[in-house]
Antibody
Framework: QVQLVESGGGLVKPGGSLRLSCAAS????????MSWIRQAPGKGLEWVSY????????YYADSVKGRFTISRDNAKNSLYLQMNSLRAEDTAVYYC???????????WGQGTLVTVSS | EIVMTQSPATLSVSPGERATLSCRAS??????LAWYQQKPGQAPRLLIY???TRATGIPARFSGSGSGTEFTLTISSLQSEDFAVYYC??????????FGGGTKVEIK
């Protein structure tokens, strides 16, 4: 069955960096778009970034553009999010999700918490 | 960007009663609308897609309707496990789907 397991979250000071990872299994990773979606404490869902199956198409929310970098390693069935220049407002649970063409999200990871605080 | 607006923000309902949640799109999304349920500490779970099709394993008390810009999620008889936050999402301009702000269904 499909499994998405995020890791790499934690406590970081403002201006610091973190790298999130998502290990995927149970489907042909290299065939699908992948995304990161976040949820600040007590708030709604915000699309952070997505990447096409080959990595040739990438999208970032305006709130993270220039600071975050999404990437993938299809040989390792893994998705990454490099987060630099972190701000307090980046504090959130970050979910990894895989995207079937023209469909909603049926599979989510369990999420990893990123806390940006001094 | 298509903006999704959900109402009300909070809905207080007694167990066994019907709950009706609304979602409005800033432009037509055809029937490319999904509903998710989220409980504390959990990832969202897909309930409805295509505006009205229940996802696998979703009880029949959940139903969706609408098309274009106006959508509704109805829970016919609320069970204790249904108290949660519900989000709508348009995926008409996939992969740039956008989420609504959520409706919290709480016990009255």
């Amino acid at each position: 069955q499909v499994q998405l397991v995020e890791s790499g979250g934690g406590l970081v000071k403002p201006g610091g960096s973190l790298r999130l990872s998502c290990a995927a299994s149970g489907f042909t990773f290299s065939d699908y778009y992948m995304s990161w979606i976040r949820q600040a404490p007590g708030k709604g869902l915000e699309w952070v970034s997505y990447i096409s199956s080959s990595g040739s198409t990438i999208y970032y929310a305006d709130s993270v553009k220039g600071r975050f970098t999404i990437s993938r390693d299809n040989a390792k069935n893994s998705l990454y999010l490099q987060m630099n220049s972190l701000r307090a407002e980046d504090t959130a649970v970050y979910y990894c999700a895989f995207m079937v063409f023209a469909s909603p999200i049926d599979y989510w990871g369990q999420g990893t918490l990123v806390t940006v605080s001094s | 960007e298509i903006v999704m607006t959900q109402s009300p923000a909070t809905l207080s309902v007694s167990p066994g009663e019907r709950a009706t949640l609304s979602c409005r799109a800033s432009q037509s999304v055809s029937s490319n609308l999904a509903w998710y349920q989220q409980k504390p500490g959990q990832a969202p779970r897909l309930l409805i897609y295509g505006a009205s099709t229940r996802a696998t394993g979703i009880p029949a008390r959940f139903s969706g309707s609408g098309s274009g810009t106006e959508f509704t999620l109805t829970i016919s008889s609320l069970q204790s496990e249904d108290f949660a936050v519900y989000y709508c999402q348009q995926y008409n301009n996939w992969p740039r789907g956008t989420f609504g702000g959520g409706t919290k269904v709480e016990i009255k």
